[in-house]
């Protein structure tokens, strides 16, 4: 069983960066590819970023790329979103996940979810 919490959200003014955490419960962190997701109002959740369990291979949604980082601590059982420049669309309600087993941009392959973080982007 994995817990997620994550924090770092908050409102920002496009153009400016901010950086989201993501804590782990749990000793087996580090055997897990962790992922960055994102839903909007009155849209999917959809993939941002995902990264695995060693941190050496990573993957971006084509909207971020660029422009976020996904890292990992396993000594902290901690990942990180870095994103910069940010834009009005990128406003969302940001969801880290966990799941053993290879990298993957499908959410529902994901085991562990947490409860999400609030971002806003001002124009």
């Known amino acids: 069983q994995v817990q997620l919490v994550e924090s770092g959200g908050g409102l920002v003014q496009a153009g400016g960066s901010l950086t989201l955490s993501c804590a782990a419960s749990g000793r087996t962190f580090s055997s897990y590819a962790m992922g960055w997701f994102r839903q909007a109002p009155g849209k999917e959740r959809e993939f941002v970023a995902a990264?695995?369990?060693?941190?050496?291979?990573?993957y971006y949604a084509d909207s971020v790329k660029g422009r976020f980082t996904i890292s990992r601590d396993n000594a902290k059982n901690t990942v990180y979103l870095q994103m910069n420049s940010l834009k009005p669309e990128d406003t969302a309600v940001y969801y880290c996940?966990?799941?053993?087993?290879?990298?993957?941009?499908?959410?529902?392959?994901?085991?562990?979810w947490g409860q999400g973080t609030q971002v806003t982007v001002s124009s």
């Open positions: 990264i695995r369990w060693s941190g050496y291979s990573t």
């Open positions: 996940a966990a799941r053993r087993g290879v990298l993957t941009t499908h959410r529902e392959e994901y085991d562990y």
